[in-house]
């Protein structure tokens, strides 16, 4: 089976070696056909803490590394410009 892997910005940086990705999910209504967009919040292992808010990073997942952190940061896709 492949591994998942989700594209996403970073929304918070605060904890060490990990970072929170928001992935957002666009889809039509089934009925309306108007665009709806959900977000999903995930816990990815930064082993290097090089991700910072407003980095766009692609996340792969992984073996539970805690609690809630199921996923890994494979690529910063882009830099935030915020420095």
Not at 16 to 38: C, G, L, M, W
Not at 68 to 80: D, Y
Request: hydrophobic share 35%; charged share 35%; net charge positive.
């Amino acid at each position: 089976m492949a591994t998942k892997e989700r594209v996403g910005t970073v929304v918070s940086d605060k904890m060490d070696k990990t970072v929170v990705v928001a992935v957002e999910n666009r889809f039509p209504h089934p009925i309306y056909q108007k665009t709806v967009s959900r977000t999903k919040r995930y816990k990815a292992h930064d082993e290097e803490n090089a991700c910072k808010v407003g980095d766009r990073v692609r996340i792969t997942e992984t073996r539970p590394l805690s609690r809630t952190k199921r996923w890994a940061v494979a690529e910063v896709l882009t830099n935030s410009s915020a420095s």
